[in-house]
């Protein structure tokens, strides 16, 4: 193996930047040349190939977004597509790459090592926190701290007031964000995906609050809700009650911001990883930290979410929310 190359794909998420830089300097460090893949897939079957250096990445540890730009590409869902793209990187002489994405990217690098026997590894790069094999993905702690930084600023607001915040957070089809951010921030309750409660045990909630006198209250809604969103939830909340209810959207300010200390030591771990994994002949895996270790899944059961949330932390919402 004499090169390799990085890409991100989908969405960004904050630590894409510091796992970029530990992939091209772990590289380096092992005398591999090393070229950026911008724009995702679309930049393979473009051949939008840069080379990269140590300098290349300097001063991006901190930096949220991803310097090698990202999207989701509908041309690499096609088997000419990925024909093209399997031969511009031979034609450029990549042997290996770095993905750095979710379930979307790994669907479509397990579909193009199966197609072509490429030597490729991924990174889980996604705010959700939604992929089997790690247990924490490279963005969920700023995502997390992001959203409990705006909820505290939301129940001074809340509090000065006596209002009823709906926060709504991202999360389509997992409730990671919403659960531990909702902690977090001491939401008096807390709708996900995955939930089979559903409308009546929040107006249980509210209920009990009213009786106590409860003068203001912060409910965190993840997008993908069964109850839909924060003004979904608002109006079935203001038929029942008369609260002086606000609904708040945080909507993509959850995907920048500067990368958390965690983030940063985490994706550079990460980005070390895949590189080793390669030279030890890996491929077809994402790295992912389980237990503080390093640990390698097959994207076929990386992209599996179970649908199940931390029971432990769930009842922690109940307890906490009397």
């Known amino acids: 193996m004499k090169k390799i190359g990085v890409l991100t794909s989908g969405g960004d998420a904050p630590g894409m930047n510091a796992a970029i830089r530990a992939v091209v300097r772990t590289a380096i460090f092992n005398n591999l040349e090393v070229v950026g893949v911008r724009r995702g897939y679309d930049g393979l079957i473009d051949n939008d190939f840069i080379p990269m250096q140590s300098s290349s990445v300097s001063n991006i540890l901190q930096r949220g977004g991803t310097i090698l730009k990202t999207m989701r590409s509908q041309r690499f ?20 790459l ?73 999360g389509k089809d997992a409730g990671y964000i919403a659960l531990r951010s909702g902690i977090g921030a001491g939401a008096e309750a807390i709708l996900y995906p995955e939930s089979e409660v559903f409308i009546d045990h929040l107006m249980m909630k509210l209920e009990d609050g009213k009786r106590r006198q409860k003068q203001s209250s912060i409910i965190i809604v993840a997008e993908g809700s069964k109850e839909g969103g924060a003004a979904e939830v608002a109006k079935k909340v203001n038929e029942r009650f008369d609260y002086d209810t606000r609904v708040v959207v945080l909507g993509h300010v959850q995907r920048g911001g500067s990368p958390s200390c965690m983030e940063r030591v985490r994706a550079s771990q990460m980005g070390n990883a895949a590189v080793e994994a390669l030279l030890e002949g890996k491929k077809n895996v994402m790295i992912g930290i389980v237990d503080k270790k390093i640990a390698y899944t097959p994207f076929e059961n990386a992209i599996k979410h179970t649908g199940k949330l931390n029971p432990d932390l769930l009842k922690l919402v109940d307890i906490l929310s009397i």
């Open 98 to 170: 770095v993905v750095i994405g979710g379930d979307g990217t790994f669907t479509g690098a397990a579909v193009f090592n199966k197609e072509h026997e490429f030597s490729i590894v991924g990174l889980p790069g996604t705010i959700d926190n939604d992929l089997i094999g790690t247990d924490f993905t490279i963005g969920y702690d700023t995502a997390l701290n992001t959203v409990v930084e705006a909820v505290d600023k939301i129940r001074d607001t809340a509090d000065s007031h006596n209002r009823l915040f709906i926060v709504e957070v991202m």
């Open 77 to 96: 869902m096609t088997v000419e597509g990925r024909q093209k793209a399997y031969d511009n990187l031979i034609n450029s002489g990549i042997d290996a």
